[in-house]
């Protein structure tokens, strides 16, 4: 079944450590990214990558890393989290732009909260 | 970049009611998609629709590109269609990012 799964679903963690979540594509395309969504702000990019060893900042990518090793995997880095870092989290993937149909497909969606 | 802009806001419908979500967009678009957020947050993409008609089962959607919006149709509705519905853009300038509507919140009662 073609699918993006992140893990964890659901996170609480504390201020200051270190986490990974978590993001896989078995569809093999090429583009990859993080969004998140808060109330009233709706969903916003944090990063994307266009493929393997080529990633970008989106619109609010402060207080967070990505790496793209693989083509498969988009990991999502907060080195030290903060409180208004608390969100729902999604990742999504696919094809690169010009190659015909560019639908994204997302994740299920981790819901994260910092205190 | 691109402003997405979606209507109404909220909208309660009666169960077998039929409703209309419109979505504007201010710019020339590579891709349009619409989402059914449900009540668990996940996204459920319903239609890949930079133009033209779809259909699946009692949804529709429409988009007419060169006027910039898109509409999707809801027909016989049911209360598993309660949530959120999100139209989501993209144009060719911004690489791949999808720019999201505000939402239009739908409940249906029974």
């Known amino acids: 079944e073609a699918q993006v799964t992140q893990n964890p679903r659901y996170l609480i963690t504390v201020t200051g450590k270190k986490l990974t979540v978590t993001c896989s594509q078995n569809?093999?395309?090429?583009?990859m990214s993080w969004y998140r969504q808060d109330p009233g702000l709706g969903l916003r990019q944090i990063y994307y990558?266009?493929?393997?060893?080529?990633?970008d900042k989106g619109d609010v990518p402060e207080g967070y890393k990505v790496s793209r090793k693989e083509k498969r995997n988009f990991p999502l880095i907060l080195e030290s989290p903060s409180p208004n870092q608390t969100s729902l989290y999604f990742c999504?993937?696919?094809?690169?732009?010009?190659?015909?149909?560019?639908?994204?497909?997302f994740g299920p969606g981790t819901r994260l909260t910092v205190l | 970049g691109i402003q997405v802009e979606q209507s109404p806001p909220d909208l309660i419908l009666q169960e077998g009611a039929n409703s209309t979500l419109r979505c504007n967009f201010s710019?020339?678009?590579?891709?349009l998609q619409w989402f059914h957020q449900n009540p668990w947050g996940q996204l459920i993409n319903l239609f890949y629709?930079?133009?033209g008609t779809k259909q699946n089962g009692r949804l529709s959607a429409t988009t007419v590109a060169t006027e910039r919006y898109s509409l999707l149709y809801i027909s016989s509705s049911q209360t598993t269609d309660s949530g959120v519905y999100f139209c989501?853009?993209?144009?060719?300038?911004?690489?791949?990012?999808?720019?999201f509507g505000g939402g239009t919140r739908v409940l249906v009662k029974p």
């Open positions: 569809m093999n395309h090429e583009y």
């Open positions: 990558s266009m493929n393997v060893e080529v990633t």
């Open positions: 629709i930079p133009s």
């Open positions: 710019d020339s678009v590579n891709n």
């Open positions: 989501a853009a993209m144009i060719k300038a911004a690489g791949n990012k999808l720019t």
């Open positions: 999504a993937s696919s094809l690169s732009p010009g190659q015909g149909q560019n639908e994204q497909f």
